[in-house]
């Protein structure tokens, strides 16, 4: 008789679990303040809130939940598909990005395959990989987090099946030109998942290249500049032959109705859109100004800001900013991150001003 726990999968013991932002009920619980006087600027939501005309779809939609949605959220595909420029059959879409990457993972990635990821990077793209029973080849970012495109090139071997690109990259906020995607896209066969999550805070999308290329997806998702993270909508744009293996092997009504009707909504709100990305460009720039004379900030193009507080440690400051209930992130927990780094969400103008405020003080003493 084997003992149940003998059964586990092997690639499942390596895996280090999945570390979320704090949440608001975290900081209630752990240190007694009250949620009203809690910022959150751990894990790069809307500050704004959601479209009003989110929220409105989900009201309408709520008396037909007895009924399951569409099977491929096709409404919500085509509309997507119109938005970024494709036709319908080159976009697929999950539970968030993450629900888009574990698909993606089931197409290509087996015990004895693996997968390269620039490190420090959004962490759940080699815990989706490992469960697969992938193995990732990590390559160190350089000193001003820039991916070594060569050393990407050099790691690929017979079992790569998917290069991971972040861009925006989560943390550092920087992007990947053009040249450099296309290098590893023309070296190889294997997939490259460019992953597009911040890209709406930038003017840099790439996903122009999926019609020139076989081998490129960019994935995207409705969490950030949509405002949706909490109804888990993510797409990814593919070559077609991809959109049609990726349709046999994804969870069937992965996409909910109130998912779908928020998320046509929230496509057709230009003007929250609009305010949205206004609020980031202004707000990063605000941070990065109070900040830069105080500690390093890394220039970015994404919702967030990264900062070296070094030689304090992040897990301390970040520490001291909870308990006068500011929340950001921390990033020890990001693979070659070291322990002097943190994130911070671009806030609303009051917000921001009550960060740089309280970090001033700390990185002052
Ligand atoms: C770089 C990056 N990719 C993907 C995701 C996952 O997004 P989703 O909420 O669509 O699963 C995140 C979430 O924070 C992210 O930072």
């Given at each position: 008789m084997t003992n149940s726990k003998d059964?586990?999968?092997?690639?499942?013991?390596?895996?280090?679990?999945?570390?979320?932002g704090k949440s608001t009920e975290d900081i209630v619980a752990g240190y007694g303040i009250e949620p009203g006087d809690i910022i959150k600027l751990g894990s790069n939501e809307n500050p704004l809130g959601p479209s009003t005309m989110?929220?409105?779809?989900?009201?309408?939609?709520a008396d037909s939940i007895s009924v399951y949605p569409s099977v491929d959220a096709g409404e919500?595909?085509?509309?997507?598909?119109?938005?970024?420029?494709?036709?319908?059959?080159?976009?697929?879409?999950?539970?968030?990005?993450?629900?888009?990457?574990?698909?993606?993972?089931?197409?290509?990635?087996?015990?004895?395959?693996?997968?390269?990821?620039?490190?420090?990077?959004?962490?759940?793209?080699?815990?989706?990989?490992?469960?697969?029973?992938?193995?990732?080849?990590?390559?160190?970012?350089q000193g001003d987090y820039s991916v070594d495109i060569q050393a990407v090139i050099s790691s690929l071997d017979d079992t790569t099946r998917l290069i991971y690109l972040c861009s925006p990259n989560n943390p550092s906020g920087n992007t990947i030109p053009e040249d450099d995607v296309r290098a590893v896209v023309e070296s190889t066969d294997a997939i490259v998942f460019l992953d597009e999550a911040y890209v709406d805070f930038s003017s840099n999308?790439?996903?122009?290249?999926?019609s020139e290329y076989d081998n490129l997806v960019v994935g995207r998702t409705m969490s950030k500049a949509m405002g949706l993270a909490g109804l888990r909508i993510g797409y990814?744009?593919?070559?077609?032959?991809?959109?049609?293996?990726y349709m046999k092997a994804t969870t069937p009504f992965a996409i909910s109705r109130i998912a779908v009707a928020a998320?046509?909504?929230?496509?057709?709100?230009?003007?929250?859109?609009?305010?949205?990305?206004?609020?980031?460009?202004?707000?990063?720039?605000?941070?990065?100004?109070?900040?830069?004379?105080?500690?390093?900030?890394?220039?970015?193009?994404?919702?967030?800001?990264?900062?070296?507080?070094?030689?304090?440690?992040?897990?301390?400051?970040?520490?001291?900013?909870?308990?006068?209930?500011?929340?950001?992130?921390d990033c020890t927990s990001f693979r070659d991150a070291g322990d002097g780094l943190i994130r911070i969400t671009v806030g609303t103008p009051d917000q921001n001003r009550r960060v740089v405020d309280t970090l001033h003080t700390i990185l002052d003493s």
């Open positions: 059964l586990l999968k092997e690639s499942i013991k390596g895996i280090a679990e999945y570390v979320p989110a929220v409105e779809a989900v009201r309408t939609m919500l595909r085509r509309a997507l598909a119109a938005y970024v420029g494709y036709p319908e059959d080159m976009v697929v879409m999950g539970a968030g990005m993450d629900g888009v990457v574990d698909t993606l993972m089931r197409l290509f990635v087996h015990p004895g395959t693996s997968a390269i990821i620039p490190t420090p990077t959004f962490s759940y793209f080699e815990i989706a990989l490992r469960a697969a029973g992938g193995t990732p080849v990590f390559v160190k970012r999308s790439l996903v122009g290249l999926i990814a744009v593919v070559p077609n032959w991809i959109f049609r293996e998320g046509l909504a929230a496509l057709e709100d230009t003007d929250y859109r609009k305010k949205t990305i206004e609020n980031v460009d202004v707000g990063r720039k605000f941070l990065t100004e109070q900040l830069s004379n105080h500690c390093r900030v890394y220039p970015s193009q994404a919702n967030f800001i990264l900062i070296d507080v070094s030689p304090k440690k992040s897990r301390d400051v970040a520490e001291t900013l909870l308990k006068s209930g500011i929340i950001v992130r």
